[in-house]
């Protein structure tokens, strides 16, 4: 009888942990990004309502990321503490919790806290899967592995957009309830439920995964250990050097840009392209178009990556692209045209982002691990302050300002502002760099 090479049942442990996690996963991450940004939707109708100037929603948009950026580090130091399970379902039942809140919003005040409140709540939910992983997978793997689990980005925006749509065309005065009320409600309710299921569903590792053999848990662990000890021959990082690294506080700054893209057209382009004249369910229709053809660009190009094992290009080529688009069609006249050019802004934002994370996790290990990926993704999501709000503040006073003619103006330079910035972060990881050593052949 043959015997079965060690590296033969990792790759199959490795697939069979593939089809266990990630789906799950992204589900997971599907609601929570759904009740991150759903507030882009809601502002159809809940901003008229609530009589809320475009400056006003931006910053309270984009405030979730003050926050987020606060409780980001200590929420991925206690997940390594306690375990994934325990703490990904208490941010998930939390974060549920305060999601429906949103229906009690009576104003600016009510309006910021809720969403502070959200920030906090839902702090080291990302980060601590993007640490999870790499108790499962080496360095070699990550790309394709994050890719697979981040598509749940563009999908939760694609498939989330004609739903929330939906509730808002039929909903409104249900219970006496407005439509962006029962948004906020029926979104939150699954985050709440998957909680529970974290809880019973997830291992902390393959050491506690009963479905695993004892020979896929010795081939996995090997396999991590092996890149793990790969890693730290070329250099290791207490946590304290880790948060202080100008290496990550560059990835930081990276990310930073790229985020600023990802949300403020997240948050701006249902009423962008609700501005196109479509009603409220054309525009959920048209809105998921971008983010279902980045959903199928995503994981091939992470793929990619991985086979080639570049890491450096792909995150910048998508990312300069990315500007390049947002910008190209923030000045196009023609509705079709500015959104094939805002599709290619949406297609290269989302492509950059699953191999970028193997920037950080290929240098950091253990604690530095744990508090490396929070700090980056911590003040990564700043830009998910600076995006919204940026747009919001520029479309209320780009004119009196001089710094547009028109309306049409304003709308164009604030899309193109998220664009320069996507280029910059394109840019500054050609001049960081990548040290492929960091990465173990293991796979």
Not at 393 to 400: C, E, L, P, R, T
Request: proline share 4%.
């Amino acid at each position: 009888m043959l015997e079965i090479a060690p590296s033969q049942i990792a790759a199959s442990a490795s697939r069979k942990i593939a089809s266990r996690l990630i789906p799950f996963l992204i589900v997971c991450y599907f609601i929570s990004y759904l009740d991150r940004v759903n507030l882009g939707f809601a502002a159809l109708t809940f901003s008229k309502d609530l009589a809320l100037t475009a400056e006003i929603f931006g910053l309270g948009a984009g405030i979730f990321f003050a926050g987020y950026f606060l409780f980001e580090v200590p929420s991925n130091l206690m997940l390594q503490k306690v375990g994934a399970r325990i703490w990904i379902a208490r941010i998930m039942v939390t974060w549920g919790i305060v999601s429906a809140a949103m229906a009690l919003v009576k104003g600016p005040s009510s309006f910021y806290l809720v969403r502070f409140l959200l920030g906090l709540a839902e702090a080291g939910f990302f980060p601590g899967i993007i640490l999870y992983l790499t108790y499962w997978w080496t360095s070699a793997e990550r790309a394709k592995i994050v890719g697979l689990f981040m598509v749940a980005i563009p999908l939760s925006s694609a498939i989330g957009a004609p739903i929330s749509s939906w509730i808002l065309n039929t909903m409104g005065g249900v219970a006496g309830l407005a439509g962006w009320q029962w948004l906020f409600i029926l979104e939150a309710l699954p985050a709440i439920i998957l909680g529970v299921v974290v809880f019973f569903y997830l291992d902390d590792g393959p050491q506690q995964a009963n479905w695993l053999t004892d020979a896929e848990k010795s081939a996995v662990l090997s396999h991590l250990e092996a890149d793990r000890a790969n890693r730290e021959a070329v250099r290791t990082y207490t946590l304290g050097q880790a948060l202080t690294n100008p290496r990550v506080i560059g990835l930081a700054l990276v990310y930073f840009g790229v985020v600023v893209g990802l949300y403020g057209f997240g948050f701006w382009i249902p009423q962008i392209v609700k501005g196109f004249g479509l009603t409220i369910g054309q525009t959920g229709f048209a809105v998921a178009a971008p983010y279902l053809i980045s959903a199928l660009a995503m994981v091939p190009w992470a793929r990619h990556s991985d086979a080639t094992r570049e890491r450096v290009w792909h995150v910048a080529l998508p990312a300069i692209l990315g500007g390049l688009g947002l910008i190209v069609g923030a000045y196009m006249k023609d509705p079709l045209l500015a959104m094939a050019a805002m599709t290619v802004g949406s297609v290269g934002t989302f492509c950059a982002l699953p191999t970028f994370w193997t920037l950080p996790t290929a240098m950091l290990t253990g604690a530095a691990a744990a508090g490396g990926i929070a700090l980056i993704n911590a003040i990564g999501n700043l830009g998910g302050f600076v995006g919204p709000y940026l747009v919001g503040w520029i479309k209320d006073n780009a004119i009196s300002a001089h710094l547009a003619a028109d309306q049409a103006s304003a709308n164009a330079l604030a899309f193109a502002v998220l664009g320069a910035f996507m280029i910059g972060a394109g840019v500054l990881t050609l001049i960081l760099g990548h040290d492929p050593a960091l990465e173990s052949k293991h796979a």
